[in-house]
């Protein structure tokens, strides 16, 4: 049974710091692509950040480049994601995603990241 379970929930303020993991199992992990997308409360799904099976490769959109960092541990099967100088506009629900091939894509059931004062 496939499954990818986000932790953590977390409240931070304006310029705070919160790590995000995401625990797989199921499937070969150390095969696929990882994501991270975030979906902000009342608009769509945002893809945030990439990387590859290895790890040796990362993407990030350009509102995070600078302040996110991705990362995996193949060995724990663990996708992270290092989230540093947070805004409030970072707000929202973020999914860890597994994609081999454009064929295998999984989802976890996301974690709430609020950032507020």
């Known amino acids: 049974q496939v499954q990818l379970v986000e932790s953590v929930v977390g409240l931070v303020q304006p310029g705070g710091s919160l790590r995000l993991s995401c625990a797989a199992s199921?499937?070969?992990?150390?095969?696929?692509?990882m994501n991270w997308v975030r979906q902000a409360p009342g608009k769509g799904l945002e893809w945030v950040s990439g990387?590859?099976?290895?790890?040796?490769?990362?993407y990030y959109t350009d509102s995070v480049k600078g302040r996110f960092t991705i990362s995996r541990d193949n060995a724990k099967n663990t996708l992270y994601l290092q989230m540093n100088s947070l805004k409030p506009e970072d707000t929202a629900v973020y999914y860890c995603n597994a994609v081999l091939a454009s064929v295998y894509d999984y989802w976890g059931q996301g974690t709430q990241v609020t950032v507020s004062s």
């Open positions: 990387i590859n099976s290895g790890g040796g490769a990362t």
């Open positions: 199921g499937f070969t992990f150390s095969s696929y692509w």
